[in-house]
């Protein structure tokens, strides 16, 4: 069973519209979560981190944590064809072994 | 600019051949990994190795080993290589704090025929 769960798998947003993404880790020794994007051909770029229970806003990207249920969510406001990428949720262990837990991602679509 | 490459970018050998993939940072990050990525299972931890010959498998190390002389160099060695290998292979390196963000290079396509 993956350790870092993502859902939905995949999808489609009209351009303009709010997407919104979930990620759940099944391991309490999770620590901190990122989240990456990577388009089509290339590579995973990071989007945005959170470490804190809260809320993190940058630009058209906000970022939720709640670190008791080990939930994270990214919303995507105001989507743009350019957002249509694979979103990849990654988790840190607690003790810093360097590793990351990547879940399968979610591919989003956004329709002009 | 935080960069890291990788050689080739694209590569094509036949079953029982010698790969070698090359992976380099300027960053001077402690901890770089090597990851496969296919279709239906996401990334998977070949290797990481955090610093000069301080190197652990990952998830799927069997038919791997890495090399790992200068803290900016990493490579992937396959000895023989299987069908089953052909992947995209992205090397990352990062540095050793906890918060610290894991950066990757673009990947080498390999098929292996």
């Known amino acids: 069973q993956q350790k870092v769960q993502q859902s939905p798998e995949s999808l489609i947003v009209p351009e303009g519209g709010m997407a919104s993404l979930n990620c759940t880790s099944s391991d309490r020794n999770v620590d901190y979560f990122w989240w990456y994007r990577q388009h089509s051909g290339k590579s995973p770029k990071m989007l945005m981190?959170?470490?804190?229970?809260g809320e993190k806003e940058e630009g058209r990207f906000t970022v939720h944590l709640n670190k008791a249920s080990l939930h994270t969510s990214l919303h995507i406001r105001d989507s743009q064809p350019s957002d249509s990428a694979l979103y990849l949720c990654?988790?840190?262990?607690?003790?810093?072994?360097?590793?990351?837990?990547f879940g399968l991602g979610t591919t989003l679509q956004v329709q002009p | 600019d935080m960069k890291v490459t990788q050689m080739p970018r694209y590569l094509i050998k036949r079953m029982g051949e010698n790969v070698l993939l090359e992976c380099g940072q300027d960053m001077s990050h402690e901890t770089m990994y090597w990851y496969r990525q296919d279709p239906g299972l996401g990334l998977q931890l070949i290797y990481i190795?955090?610093?000069?010959?301080?190197?652990s498998e990952g998830d799927i190390p069997k038919g791997y080993r890495v090399s790992r002389k200068k803290r900016e160099h990493f490579s992937l060695i396959l000895d023989s290589a299987k069908t089953n290998q052909t992947s995209v292979y992205f090397c990352a390196s990062r540095l050793q704090g906890d918060q610290d963000t894991q950066y990757f290079g673009p990947g080498t396509r390999l098929l292996v025929l």
């Open positions: 190795s955090y610093d000069v010959d301080s190197n």
């Open positions: 981190s959170i470490f804190s229970n």
């Open positions: 990654a988790a840190s262990m607690r003790g810093n072994t360097g590793k990351l837990i």
